[in-house]
């Protein structure tokens, strides 16, 4: 360790010389510091030659900044060693002032993160809390949250942020399993129509891997359903729904698009945040309305197998009826 620092103080050193630095004057191009130097260190009559007046000076500053450069490098790769009280005072409030902040630090982000509720917004009731993820949510005035039948929170996913819906917001009310991985939950989501031609919104579990293919359209940013892998489980349900319309509603077709999808995401509890316990997996829902084709990607690479099946939220145009056969004249009269 001492060769290495010696090296590394040597070839520092070697650097400031040819830089020849002054203290007072920084590093200089070859023509400032020439006269520069002609100006600290003038010649004297009868003595040496400008030349060599020249070369002494400047060995002289690469000298000085050698031994500064030296310095600096000891200093930074050596820990001072006190030989008086007054200096062992010092370095010990020096590390307790080292310690104690990061914890005073941590203790208000603590008291922050736990701090009550404002009264009157639990008085009036604008105030709840997911009990899942422990996120509080504050209802704007006038605004009623929809709940379902178990009291539960109705929400519409925006990306990976469930938000609460008020009572009578337009859409499709869908049920997806969602929370700890192996503990799920039903939660009610609530998505509104984005097609300006009658559709419906429906839900599909399928197995990883999914075999489905995506096309990304930058003019709605927006995600649809163009094809399916051969032999996949989603291409296995479409070839039974050609033959069984019953069975449509559980497979996914081209020219679905996709609104929402479950993902595996790590969801930090209050107490995980402060090391008290681990963050833990959940199944949660990622709306894909509006976001960018490579955040949809990542919600979709988010999960393994063993987290179970994939629930993906779909809007499908309805078909068109058939259209009635024109009355001719026979029909008429005959």
Not at 179 to 206: E, H, K, M, N, W
Not at 212 to 230: C, G, M, N, P
Not at 274 to 286: L, S
Not at 299 to 322: F, H, N, S, Y
């Amino acid at each position: 360790m001492s060769v290495c620092i010696i090296s590394v103080i040597n070839f520092a050193a070697n650097m400031a010389c040819s830089a020849t630095r002054h203290p007072t004057l920084g590093t200089l191009t070859a023509r400032h510091r020439y006269r520069m130097e002609l100006a600290i260190y003038p010649g004297r009559e009868g003595g040496p030659s400008r030349r060599s007046q020249i070369r002494r000076a400047a060995g002289a500053i690469g000298a000085a900044a050698k031994h500064h450069a030296a310095q600096l490098l000891i200093s930074a790769f050596a820990s001072p060693v006190c030989f008086s009280q007054a200096c062992q005072e010092a370095t010990d409030r020096a590390f307790l002032i080292a310690m104690a902040v990061p914890l005073l630090v941590a203790a208000a982000a603590a008291a922050y993160v736990l701090r009550p509720p404002p009264a009157d917004l639990t008085a009036s009731g604008r105030l709840f809390e997911d009990p899942a993820t422990g996120t509080r949510f504050e209802a704007p005035e006038g605004m009623t949250p929809e709940r379902d039948k178990n009291g539960e929170l109705a929400f519409r996913p925006i990306s990976y942020t469930p938000w609460p819906v008020d009572q009578g917001y337009e859409g499709e009310r869908v049920r997806i399993a969602v929370g700890p991985v192996g503990a799920r939950q039903l939660r009610t989501y609530v998505f509104a129509r984005s097609l300006p031609v009658p559709s419906d919104i429906l839900t599909v579990t399928l197995p990883r891997p999914l075999g489905v293919v995506l096309e990304y359209d930058e003019r709605f940013r927006r995600a649809t359903v163009v094809d399916l892998i051969e032999g996949t489980n989603a291409d296995q349900r479409r070839k039974k729904a050609a033959l069984n319309s019953d069975l449509v509603k559980d497979a996914v077709l081209p020219g679905d698009i996709l609104r929402a999808v479950t993902a595996t995401n790590f969801v930090y509890p209050t107490k995980a945040l402060f090391g008290a316990a681990p963050p833990e997996r959940h199944i949660v829902v990622y709306g894909a309305d509006k976001q960018s084709w490579s955040s949809v990607c990542g919600a979709l690479k988010k999960g393994e197998a063993k987290d179970g099946d994939v629930t993906l939220v779909l809007e499908r145009r309805r078909p068109r009826p058939p259209k009635q056969p024109e009355a001719t004249v026979s029909d008429l009269f005959g």
